[in-house]
């Protein structure tokens, strides 16, 4: 017992210092924010594509570069 209580005590302080955090009500969805992560998504994923290909065309011989871009293409489908 003597041993544990130290080990106990940072975990009650950060324990009592979290429960004001739980009585917060939640935040109200903002379509603005949503449509932002959206299009930031849509951009980021844009911008992914090609680059992923054009880096995987470059570690394969000239005569599998289009079947090698083109597999980087369908995988991304089908995530």
């Not at 955090?21 to 930031?40: F, H, Q, V």
Request: positive net charge.
């Amino acid at each position: 017992m003597q041993r544990a209580l130290p080990a106990l005590l940072p975990v009650l302080g950060v324990l009592l210092t979290a429960a004001p955090a739980w009585a917060e009500e939640t935040p109200k969805i903002d379509s603005g924010d949503t449509a932002w992560m959206l299009t930031s998504t849509a951009l980021v994923l844009l911008m992914t594509i090609p680059g992923l290909a054009l880096f995987y065309a470059g570690m394969v011989r000239k005569k599998n570069v289009l079947a090698t871009m083109m597999q980087s293409f369908a995988i991304t489908c089908l995530v």
